[in-house]
C-alpha cells in the first residue's frame, strides 16, 4: 500500500435519495477489513454488476452469454460474492443501453423494466 485511505460512509438518508435518483445503483456495505487501513463496515452506494460489450456483437451471442450467466448463478455466485447480487429482478435498468440479445433474454424470463 502506498496510500492510506479513509472511506466515508453515506448515511440512510444520504443512500435512499441516490438510488432513488439512480435506479441503477444499489446500496451496498463494504466489509471492514476490505481495504488495509479500513476496519470498519461502510455503508455506501455502488454500481451493480453489470457485463459490457460492444453493439456490434451478434444478438445470439449475447443472448447465449446472458442465458449462460443466468442459468450457472450458483457457479457464478461461489467465484466473487458481489455476484449474488445480481439478480434477474434487478438486471435493468442500468447506466447504458442494454444489447438486443441481453433483452430478449429478459423479456423471455419477464425480467425486462427499461
Known sequence: MTHKIRLVPFSEKESDAVVNT??????TTIPGGSYKGVD???????AKTI???RPDIPEDVVYKFVK???EHKDELNAIHPSLRETTLENATPTLIPVHPGAIKYY?????YHE
Open 51 to 53: 457485463f459490457i460489450c
Open 22 to 27: 439512480y435506479p441503477y445503483l444499489v446500496k
Open 68 to 70: 449462460a450467466v443466468f
Open 40 to 46: 470498519q463496515d461502510t455503508d455506501t452506494v455502488a
Open 107 to 111: 423479456k423471455e424470463k419477464n425480467a
